[in-house]
């Protein structure tokens, strides 16, 4: 099993559990098989360049918490199911870099640096394309076309609506949930839940495992603000206040915003905190009105939600190991 491409959790697990390994590089490339040698290469960056394979990890989690088995007669299932996962997020990725104008992911150039715009989104395209073939195939196919229809459509509209947020300064927390749940929390929602509908399971099980996904995922991207405005430069290897230089306004930030300082808060955000200062100014405020740990405290909440949805089904590894990933969000600091 490929180890090494799986996140290194405090207390995750994974020993006797099926993961994304070898098998599932494997579904993979035979899924991204293309004779356009353009399309070809994406896909192979995309299963050599490994990544942490959170999603499709929680996917496979989620399968063996509802009681399959490696090896057994529904993991080949699985495994492909994992695989459209993974696909839908890296089709997001090819997108998201595209508009974020980045230059690298995972340490290597992005694909409309190496290939141009064109070939980039026509190759997520191609792998949104792909994975409804794959789902074709499953069983429970429709409702799992429907789930995943509906996931890339929140995906979208999160996307959008972040930029349509900054655009307009309609700063409030309504619209930042509805950003972070699609940017982040919809797919891990999708990954969860996407099992009990292939293996038919009760719908308290399916709500369990979708309620763990969803607050799971709000976590983790309510934990990646809170380090975008106050965390170790050094340790998440970025400048911080990414954010407020693009507009954004995050969970600390509307914290602020509802406080004495609200006006020369929001007047930083509208000019993308282009002044001097500004940013050190915002990362002050949080600290001393107390944004920072109410930010935590709500990151807690959503992971301890998560992990308390988890308690319909019977102990084990696997729920064990879901557990760590959401508990990991608490204090995580890179």
């Known amino acids: ?88 997020h890296s089709a997001s990725l090819l997108h998201d870099d595209l508009i974020d ?16 715009n064109v070939v980039s989104v026509m190759s997520g395209d191609f792998m949104l394309a792909r994975l409804l073939g794959v789902l074709a195939g499953l069983p429970g196919h429709p409702a799992l076309t429907r789930a995943f229809g509906q996931a890339a459509s929140v995906i979208c509209e999160g996307e959008v609506l972040q930029f349509q947020v900054a655009s307009y300064a309609d700063y409030s927390f309504a619209n930042y949930f509805q950003v972070i749940h699609g940017k982040t929390a919809a797919l891990l929602e ?29 976590a983790f991207q309510m934990q990646d603000d809170l380090l975008d405005l106050l965390g170790d430069e050094e340790k998440i290897g970025k400048p911080v206040g990414g954010d407020l230089r693009e507009g954004k306004a995050t969970y600390p930030t509307l914290l602020l915003l509802e406080g004495p300082h609200g006006p020369e808060v929001r007047e930083i955000l509208e000019r993308r905190a282009a002044g ?36 319909v089904f019977a102990p084990s590894p696997a729920r064990a190991a879901l557990g760590a990933l959401a508990r990991r969000e608490i204090g995580r600091t890179h």
Not at 101 to 116: L, M
Not at 195 to 203: I, Y
Not at 278 to 285: G, Q, Y
């Open 1 to 88: 099993m490929t180890r090494a491409a799986l996140p290194d959790v405090p207390g995750l697990d994974l020993a006797g559990l099926g993961v994304p390994d070898a098998a599932f590089e494997a579904q993979m490339r035979e899924v991204l098989a293309s004779d356009v040698e353009f399309i070809a290469l994406i896909g192979e960056d995309l299963v050599t360049a490994g990544g942490k394979r959170v999603r499709p990890l929680v996917t496979l989690l989620a399968a063996q918490v509802l009681g399959a088995v490696p090896g057994g007669a529904a993991w080949p299932d699985m495994l492909r199911l994992s695989v459209c996962v993974e696909l839908l």
């Open 101 to 116: 104008d980045s230059d690298t992911r995972r340490g290597r150039e992005t694909a409309f640096r190496r290939f141009g």
């Open 276 to 311: 001097a200062g500004d940013v050190e100014r915002v990362t002050a405020l949080a600290r001393q009105e107390g944004a920072d740990a109410r930010t935590q405290a709500e990151i807690r909440r959503r992971a301890e939600t998560a992990i308390g949805a988890l308690e």
């Open 190 to 218: 999708l990954a969860a839940h996407a099992p009990a509908l292939l293996l038919g399971c009760r719908p308290e099980q399916c709500e369990a495992l979708r309620t763990f996904g969803a607050e799971y995922g709000l």
